[in-house]
């Protein structure tokens, strides 16, 4: 048995520290928040096997300059004087490239399969209560440009052995008979599924401090005390902590925890808004609308419509602009669609830790022996949390991986 410690109380945090404790490992887990909002909390809640392309493809640097200093588009870069964001982006920019994708796809595939069987696993064991329902995504259509490109995804899905099905205008509305869909099509990825981030995050935590996780919240970690190429303590705004292991699950903070280890992480934060509707939208499935960007997902007793990619710094800054867009959109597709000014003035955003490459860091770091990183998830965060924690119980356990790591070493070069 080993002492671990977990600074990050997200996602992947919480799976960590569910699959270290099953492992039989003494757990504490800090966090500088009060652990009830955050990416974790206003995410679309998909499970995605589906999302095999990474953010780092061709053609993402060209539609990204288009967007990029229009404050309403689905992607918004803030401009700044920042050397880590150009640095970001020159590797974002030589990651863009077919190679990458190809070598990528089965790649995150895997990952992701891994992880929905890991979720259907903690629902079947019903070891606490949460919400899964596994009816797919539709990713949905205006445009034939559009459509074309996303059908040709969806052959590369299913050459992995996912199940999905094109569907025509038709048979879209067919499944979503209360709406008169402004869409010529849909591709339906039937390998998915969706949760309800917030009564899981809850769950898994009550879950965590019953079985003797110590969760410290509101603790900001300060700084590392180093020695033989080990973090040896730990300080926090309130104490100090010694750990056998130490795990980094910090998401959009992390590059300023590596700073204070003397060592640089290439990662930006990607700030995304979530509306939540309460009064009943009659929307049967969730949906990304993909010229607008936009996820909508009938959660357990609301409706969430979320979207953008905003490389703005760390910060919760609310703009409404981009808040309206996400509602114009949805309407768009959804004729009738009504989003009250009570539910757009109470949209919430969270900040996803995006790599130039598209894929997480998970594994250890090779400057300090007893330190795992685990974060650069962008928009898979929550479709990854379970398999991440897998993943970092078997390497820090000793025990065979459930799948070859080595594409997300914190130590690749771009």
């Known amino acids: 048995m080993k002492t671990c410690l977990i600074i990050g109380g997200g996602i992947v945090g919480l799976s960590t520290a569910y699959f270290l404790h099953r492992q039989g490992h003494q757990v504490t887990?800090?966090?500088?928040?009060?652990?009830?909002?955050?990416?974790?909390?206003?995410?679309?809640?998909?499970?995605?096997?589906?999302?095999?392309?990474?953010l780092a493809a061709p053609g993402m640097v060209a539609k990204g300059l288009r967007m990029m200093f229009n404050p309403a588009s689905p992607f918004y870069l803030k401009p700044r004087a920042d050397k880590d964001l150009l640095l970001w982006m020159w590797q974002f920019y030589k990651s863009a490239n077919a190679r990458h994708v190809r070598k990528s796809m089965k790649i995150i595939a895997d990952i992701n399969v891994l992880s929905k069987s890991l979720y259907t696993e903690m629902k079947q064991e019903k070891v606490f209560e949460f919400h899964l329902e596994e009816k797919g995504v539709l990713n949905v259509f205006k445009t034939e440009k559009i459509g074309t490109s996303e059908i040709r995804v969806a052959e590369w899905v299913k050459a992995e052995g996912l199940e999905v099905e094109i569907l025509s205008q038709a048979q879209l509305k067919a499944l979503e008979p209360h709406y008169d869909f402004d869409a010529l099509g849909a591709v339906f990825y039937k390998c998915d599924a969706h949760t309800t981030p917030t009564i899981f995050m809850k769950n898994m935590m009550s879950y965590l401090e019953t079985v003797g996780v110590a969760i410290h919240r509101n603790e900001q970690v300060t700084d590392f005390d180093i020695s033989n190429n080990k973090i040896a303590k730990v300080h926090t705004t309130f104490k100090s902590f010694q750990a056998d292991e130490v795990i980094l699950a910090t998401g959009s903070w992390s590059p300023v925890l590596m700073k204070k280890l003397g060592l640089h992480l290439s990662l930006q934060a990607g700030k995304g808004y979530a509306i939540n509707v309460y009064?009943?939208?009659?929307i049967q499935y969730p949906a990304i609308l993909m010229e607008a960007k936009v996820a909508v997902t009938p959660m357990q007793g609301f409706t969430r419509f979320g979207g953008t990619m905003e490389l703005g710094g760390v910060n919760h800054h609310i703009s409404n602009i981009r808040v309206n867009a996400i509602a114009e959109a949805a309407k768009k597709y959804y004729p009738g669609l009504e989003i009250s000014k009570f539910d757009l003035e109470h949209a919430k955003c969270g900040l996803r830790p995006v790599s130039p490459d598209g894929l997480p860091y998970i594994g250890r770091i090779a400057a300090l022996q007893n330190v795992t990183l685990a974060t650069g998830h962008a928009m898979m965060g929550w479709s990854l949390g379970p398999a991440t924690g897998k993943l970092i119980s078997e390497m820090i356990s000793g025990e065979k991986l459930s799948m070859d790591i080595r594409p997300f070493t914190p130590d690749r070069r771009f």
Do not use: C, E, R, W
């Open 29 to 54: 887990l800090v966090d500088q928040s009060d652990m009830t909002g955050g990416a974790s909390f206003v995410n679309a809640g998909y499970l995605t096997p589906s999302h095999i392309v990474p």
């Open 279 to 282: 009064k009943a939208t009659n």
